[in-house]
């Protein structure tokens, strides 16, 4: 279905924790589209467990990236510059909120922990697109990941609605002002997936069980889901959208 769709394309995916992460279902579905793929790990920690996906994308880039380190964004792209010379997409599925901030109330959000959940999870977005730009000469994509706390109170998503709202703002500010240059972005917002990232979350089987139930197909995404539509953004065949959220739920967000 996807094969050859992204045939002499190249991109970064930066957020794979492991097989089981939306950013490996990403990578794993732009692969088999024809693209090649970069991907990059957090830590040491966390460089055996997305060492795996590495190898079965056959990955020519794989970098560390802890976007709260200096220089190791500037690392990757220059790494990406050696090797390719141009980008055609980046994907950035990258979030994240200390505990307590994330499991307790907004209104009891620390000044320290919302600017770490903002540069994480959102300004992120905007260093790897400024690294990017230079290197999309004749056009592309960047892509990020939401979800519907965003634009609804979801129980116990708590800080990370306003964090990801502003991420959604971000996106539409970026694709307005990279539009004259062909550059697009999008943001995908999936439903409640079974992720690591998705666990810290309190009460996430709860939020899952709501989800699949409320949801008109009711059935819960995958990360092939996501994947896919991944691949649809990134094709020529998606070259006149730009600025969007683009919902993999199942129908969830539609629901009253």
């Known amino acids: 279905m996807l094969e050859n769709l992204l045939k002499g394309k190249r991109g970064l995916v930066v957020g794979v924790a492991n097989e089981h992460s939306i950013a490996a279902g990403c990578?794993?579905?732009?692969?088999?589209?024809?693209?090649?793929?970069?991907?990059?790990?957090?830590?040491?920690?966390?460089?055996?467990?997305?060492?795996?996906?590495?190898a079965q994308l056959d990955t020519p880039i794989f970098l560390p990236l802890d976007v709260e380190?200096?220089?190791?964004?500037?690392?990757?792209?220059?790494?990406?510059?050696?090797?390719?010379?141009?980008?055609?997409?980046?994907?950035?599925?990258?979030?994240?909120?200390?505990?307590?901030?994330l499991h307790g109330p907004v209104s009891a959000?620390?000044?320290?922990?919302?600017?770490?959940?903002?540069?994480?999870?959102?300004?992120?977005?905007?260093?790897?697109?400024?690294?990017?730009?230079p290197m999309m000469p004749k056009g592309g994509t960047i892509l990020t990941m939401s979800y519907y706390g965003a634009e609804k109170v979801v129980d116990n998503y708590n800080i990370m609605g306003p964090v990801k709202a502003a991420l959604e703002g971000t996106v539409r500010y970026l694709a307005a002002e990279l539009g004259p240059k062909q550059i697009r972005v999008n943001a995908i917002s999936p439903g409640p997936l079974r992720t690591r990232a998705g666990s810290g979350?309190?009460?996430?089987?709860?939020?899952?069980?709501a989800a699949q139930k409320r949801a008109p197909e009711q059935t819960l995404v995958t990360i092939?889901?996501?994947?896919?539509?991944?691949?649809?953004?990134?094709?020529?065949?998606?070259?006149?959208?730009?600025?969007?959220?683009?919902?993999?739920?199942?129908?969830?967000?539609?629901?009253?």
């Open 69 to 101: 380190i200096d220089g190791q964004m500037e690392a990757v792209f220059a790494a990406i510059q050696r090797e390719w010379g141009q980008l055609d997409f980046v994907i950035h599925s990258i979030a994240f909120c200390p505990k307590d901030d």
């Open 27 to 54: 990578a794993t579905a732009l692969r088999a589209a024809g693209a090649e793929v970069a991907i990059t790990y957090a830590d040491d920690r966390a460089k055996p467990y997305v060492a795996p996906v590495a």
């Open 224 to 256: 092939e889901d996501v994947g896919h539509m991944a691949v649809g953004l990134i094709s020529d065949l998606s070259s006149k959208v730009t600025g969007n959220i683009a919902y993999v739920d199942g129908g969830y967000h539609v629901q009253a």
């Open 109 to 133: 959000c620390s000044k320290a922990g919302f600017a770490r959940a903002m540069d994480i999870s959102v300004h992120s977005l905007i260093r790897l697109t400024r690294l990017a730009v």
């Open 201 to 209: 979350i309190a009460h996430f089987d709860a939020l899952i069980d």
